[in-house]
């Protein structure tokens, strides 16, 4: 997916101004940002459902803009459940979607692989929230697309739900599904990201992997011991002396670098 030059206004708000993007084919990509930042625009014209002002867009090989339904199988959209469907049961609804494709799995696999077996004969009605964005998810994967957009996927879900649905996704990517999720947990964004780019007023204000992003595995690191703390870019040096001065183990050692959250907060905050 190749991105250059994004640009889209609603009247007065330039809510795209000149975004570059490039995600490459089997990655799971995260686009982080604050509220209004411009993710869901640029998301939407990814998808081809919005239009865009100016730029190059290219998704799968194709311009977005100009998509066809053989580009359109091949991209997987978890939308929020439309309340249309709130009679029918989960596997009447799954199965439905799956004949607009032509090569879709198996809805009952799709159903297992999303957690729902148990609730297959139920009404999309009488789901909890979270189990509703189960189905949203196998209605985006039971076209086996090569690439699936999951728009702030895990927002409602419990602890132990969010899990379950990082692990969906981890074998989603497993089967070379190309994934790219906005999100505003970045705790998912570590445990699921190759790599993540951050979007503040419309613009990529740094891109990398969770890890690296925003110079947060050089930056200073804090080391807190038993009788002080210090803020150092050589901990390892600063840990040799203090190891010399109590001739072994440091009492209450601990070694924190930035975590992805603090590097986001001051991205963020140099882009206001
Ligand atoms: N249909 C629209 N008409 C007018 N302005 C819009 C429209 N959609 C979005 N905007 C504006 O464009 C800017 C970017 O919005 P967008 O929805 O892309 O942000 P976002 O990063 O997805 O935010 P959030 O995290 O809140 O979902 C915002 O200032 C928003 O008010």
Redesign the pocket.
């Given at each position: 997916m190749h991105v250059r030059g994004l640009t889209k206004r609603?009247?007065e708000?330039q809510?795209v101004g000149g975004l570059d993007l490039d995600i490459h084919t089997g990655e799971v990509f995260a686009i982080l940002?604050?509220?209004?930042?411009?993710?869901?625009?640029?998301v939407e014209i990814l998808e081809g459902y919005r239009k865009r002002d100016a730029g190059e867009v290219s998704v799968l090989g194709v311009d977005p803009g100009q998509a066809t339904s053989a580009w359109r199988a091949r991209v997987g959209i978890v939308l929020q459940t439309a309340n249309d469907a709130a009679e029918l049961t989960v596997r009447e609804t799954v199965r439905h979607f799956a004949r607009y494709y032509p090569h879709s799995k198996d809805p009952d696999e799709v159903i297992a692989k999303v957690g729902l077996t148990d609730k297959a004969g139920a009404r999309i009605r009488q789901l909890s929230g979270g189990q509703r964005r189960r189905v949203d998810v196998a209605l985006g994967i039971v076209g086996r697309p090569e690439l699936v957009f999951l728009d702030e996927p895990t927002t409602g879900f419990d602890p132990e739900a969010r899990r379950q649905f990082w692990d969906l996704i981890r074998s989603l990517a497993a089967e070379g599904t190309t994934i790219v999720l906005?999100t505003?947990y970045l705790d998912e964004a570590e445990a699921l990201a190759d790599r993540v780019a951050v979007?503040a007023k419309g613009r990529i204000v740094a891109e990398g992997t969770p890890q690296t992003l925003g110079g947060r595995a050089t930056a200073s690191a804090r080391v807190t011991w038993a009788d002080g703390y210090a803020e150092t870019d050589t901990p390892t040096a600063l840990v040799r002396t203090l190891a010399d001065k109590y001739d072994g183990e440091i009492p209450g050692l601990q070694i924190v670098r930035p975590s992805l959250e603090d590097i986001y907060l001051d991205l963020i905050g140099d882009a206001q």
């Open positions: 609603y009247g708000v809510a940002g604050p509220n209004g930042a411009g993710k869901s625009t640029t906005t505003h979007i």
